[in-house]
């Protein structure tokens, strides 16, 4: 290898660590299982257009997890299609419910609920959505 070469893997790697740490600072991941999500969807059944989409959080003990933030990505099953994106404000009993979520294509949809304790630990929890109603109904 030469100079220049090992010079440039140096300087990669050095960005690589520098970039890994400061990805971890302040925040921890948890497991999954040790929250139950769940997932509700109105209008059901979901169709194109305004959907109120309410997650409801309980730890391990079957607690409401309260003081979160949640946030609602809605992606189609295929590529190509730009995400929705929508925060969910807490309403109690560990539920948390979305302003402005809308989908945007009939088809089949994949949600995702990234949910950030007070602690400062992340999970994310994901639920297939067949079936979204078109414009016609379909």
Not at 46 to 52: I, K, L, Q, S
Not at 66 to 86: I, L, S, W
Not at 91 to 115: E, K
Request: net charge negative.
């Amino acid at each position: 290898m030469t100079r220049v070469g090992r010079a440039l893997l140096l300087v990669l790697t050095l960005a690589l660590v520098a970039l890994g740490s400061a990805c971890g600072r302040g925040a921890s991941s948890a497991a999954v299982e040790d929250y139950q999500v769940a997932f509700a969807v109105e209008p059901s059944p979901a169709a194109v257009g305004p959907a109120t989409v309410t997650v409801t959080i309980h730890d391990r003990d079957g607690k409401p997890v309260t003081g979160a933030r949640v946030q609602v990505e809605g992606n189609m099953t295929h590529a190509g299609m730009k995400p929705v994106f929508a925060d969910a404000a807490e309403v109690g009993d560990g539920r948390y419910v979305t302003d402005g979520f809308a989908f945007t294509m009939g088809g089949d949809w994949i949600l995702t609920a990234r949910v950030t304790l007070p602690d400062g630990t992340a999970f994310e929890q994901a639920m297939d959505l067949p079936g979204v109603q078109g414009e016609e109904g379909h």
